[in-house]
């Protein structure tokens, strides 16, 4: 193999090569091809060791031991990892993480990291130089539950964590295509070699963890892939949003001594209409807004690191928001008109959304007052009511909005609130045309089997929309929700964590350079299976057929055929091929179960049960399918998926889900 030698051009010209080049960041980068040569391996032998700071923190620690496994897996020896500068000093290291002794070391280089998140690779021949903006409060890093269990605490950035897993994808050519060792694609080599070069970057999007958010910090639940999510720079993103709802327990905790808090009724009363998770809040009592920021404060001190704060009304956006004259007063006349319900009553009235932005500009000036120094948030949701573009009203500097614009693989998807038939990506394009600072939040679905693990994807459309968000003042992501289903859906999450990490890249050598590095010489066959489901996917959501027309016989005979002749493609090359074809197939197959099962269980209901062949077949599919699972336990997320759970209700003959009655229709009475 040839070896790993970097020059600054040679870095850029390689890095284009493998089709994850970026124009801003390949500008960035300068150095001297000509210049001395830095060798971190040769020929089986590691000729430099990792200096790693001495207050590393335990994710830069994991990190470093990475960096030092991934170095021994390309250059056959694993780099000693010394802690702090050694005396003397190695004649040749690979530093990670400021420290003072880099001053003397790199003094052309600028070592005060300007913008959030921003990372450094450098090297000057004689030293290379990992590092990035880290900021963390210790006490952070040492959190209990309410439990009181220790748990795994966060910092503000990682910048040095993430510069870490940039040079192992961009310079060092490690693939993480999808989690587990089958996914992982190192490319071997006799020596590992740099010539001078200065690389930095600091990312747009800073709010990342929610895209896969089963897997961020501190994990538990439904998250499989955490060592992914950290290694594609998504898990430690600077900003968390659970892009949630801030008063859910308000009512338990406060209506007995402070009524006042909440929504004024038509009916005169504050009865917690309609049920105390789903509370609205009298937004223009000021005791509100003083309430929320001592939510804030203890918040603080619970969790140090946090940095962002929802103040963002309860779920249930169509129903008992307030109505006083002051809370009134906030909403604009020419807002749009919605459909609002209360407690015997529905009735057309304009948007929320001029109100709830001057709520979260109080909560903003309250924020602001008591922590001048420093850079705090507060988020509040544009959702249901509050989904269209305010008229009059305008977020301050320190207010984030998260759009819960749903058209991710939907983008002609109309606001089903809207009066005026007006889509989703609408939506967010005016918001971007008022606001400093928009996250987005958009829920899924289920389109066509998104949560049940059926290939659902929308890979172009994805990318598409990832663009255009970035484009438009985009900050954050956060996606309710992916539920790692790799076998079935595996490429659309690896655009996604790519281009939220640089949404500049170019998204269509990015996917060829994913099916190259996966597949081989089967990468075109592979390309054109997940373009087939793609195109499927969308005949499915646009058309009307039931989803087993959709995907019949035919479908499958296609589809397997792609795989077969993926399979003759590699047959004689490395075994790592044929484990890959083997994990999408296991997504097929699982895809052609579950449609058997859907079609079986229709006639399981029509006989109330009493199809013995029908239920035993779906017995015997589900019983595969579970085994599948086991055999490949990042092909289908299982957790979300076993019968019995909300996403595959229905498709069990001891989970048939029975049809609701009707409820009557509200009729609108007087005014409000």
Not at 133 to 143: H, Y
């Amino acid at each position: 193999m040839k070896a790993i030698k970097f020059a600054a051009a040679c870095a850029v010209m390689l890095f284009l090569s493998d089709c994850l080049a970026d124009k801003q960041v390949a500008q960035e980068v300068q150095g001297n091809k000509d210049g001395p040569e830095l060798v971190l391996a040769e020929k089986g032998k590691s000729l430099a060791p990792i200096v790693l700071c001495k207050d590393a923190t335990p994710l830069t620690r994991k990190a470093a031991d990475e960096l030092a496994g991934y170095i021994e897996k390309t250059g056959g020896a694993k780099p000693e990892i010394i802690t702090n500068a050694p005396d003397p000093l190695p004649e040749h290291a690979i530093w990670v993480g400021f420290q003072p002794k880099l001053k003397e070391l790199f003094p052309k280089i600028d070592f005060d990291f300007k913008h959030p998140e921003e990372i450094l690779i450098a090297c000057d021949g004689n030293n290379l130089v990992i590092a990035g903006r880290d900021i963390w409060d210790p006490a952070g890093l040492l959190l209990r539950d309410k439990r009181g269990k220790p748990i795994e605490g966060k910092q503000q950035e990682y910048g040095t964590i993430n510069a870490v897993y940039t040079f192992l994808q961009d310079y060092l050519n490690v693939r993480w295509l999808w989690p587990g060792d089958t996914g992982e694609d190192v490319l071997k080599q006799d020596k590992i070699a740099f010539s001078p070069f200065e690389h930095r970057y600091h990312p747009q999007i800073r709010a990342r963890s929610g895209i896969i958010h089963y897997s961020g910090l501190p994990g538990g639940g439904y998250g499989t892939s955490r060592d992914w999510t950290r290694q594609q720079r998504l898990q430690l993103s600077s900003m968390e949003f659970s892009g949630g709802h801030a008063f859910s327990d308000w009512w338990e905790r406060f209506h007995k001594d402070h009524p006042e808090y909440f929504a004024l009724q038509p009916d005169g009363t504050r009865s917690g209409f309609p049920d105390p998770r789903t509370v609205k809040m009298c937004h223009s009592n000021p005791d509100v807004a003083k309430q929320w920021l001592k939510e804030v404060e203890a918040e603080l001190t619970n969790n140090p690191n946090e940095t962002v704060f929802s103040a963002s009304p309860n779920d249930g956006w169509a129903s008992g928001h307030c109505i006083c004259e002051k809370c009134r007063e906030w909403d604009h006349p020419d807002g749009e008109p919605r459909v609002f319900s209360w407690q015997g009553l529905s009735q057309e009235y304009v948007a929320m959304s001029d109100r709830d932005v001057t709520f979260a500009n109080r909560c903003a000036k309250l924020l602001k007052e008591r922590y001048p120094d420093k850079d705090y948030y507060v988020l509040m949701m544009s959702y249901g009511h509050s989904r269209p573009a305010p008229v009059k009203a305008r977020p301050d500097e320190n207010v984030i909005i998260s759009c819960v614009a749903n058209f991710f693989g939907r983008s002609d998807l109309v606001d089903r609130g809207s009066t005026k038939g007006v889509t989703y990506k609408q939506q967010y394009t005016d918001w971007a045309k008022m606001v400093p600072k928009l996250m987005w939040r958009p829920n899924t679905g289920s389109p066509a089997g998104w949560q049940q693990g059926q290939p659902d994807v929308s890979i172009s459309q994805t990318i598409e929309d990832m663009k255009f968000v970035a484009s438009n003042k985009c900050i954050g992501i956060f996606i309710d929700g992916v539920w790692e289903h790799w076998a079935t859906q595996g490429p659309q999450y690896y655009a996604m964590a790519q281009l939220a990490w640089n949404p500049a890249l170019d998204a269509r050598a990015l996917m060829e350079d994913y099916y190259r590095r996966g597949f081989g010489k089967a990468a075109g066959e592979i390309k054109d299976y997940w373009d087939y489901l793609e195109k499927t996917r969308e005949e499915f959501v646009r058309g009307e057929r039931p989803y087993w027309e959709v995907y019949n016989k035919a479908f499958f005979d296609k589809a397997y055929g792609f795989l077969d002749r993926a399979a003759k493609a590699v047959a004689k090359e490395p075994e790592k091929y044929g484990k890959r074809l083997e994990f999408v197939r296991a997504g097929l197959d699982w895809t052609r179960m579950i449609v058997e099962v859907r079609e079986l269980m229709v006639k399981v209901k029509k006989s109330d049960g009493e199809d013995a062949e029908a239920v035993k077949q779906v017995l015997a599919d589900w019983a595969a399918m579970e085994e599948l699972c086991k055999k490949h336990p990042y092909a289908i997320n299982w957790g979300p998926c076993r019968p019995g759970t909300p996403r595959m209700a229905g498709l069990h003959p001891d989970h048939v889900v029975k049809a609701k009655k009707e409820k009557p229709k509200k009729e609108a009475k007087d005014n409000i």
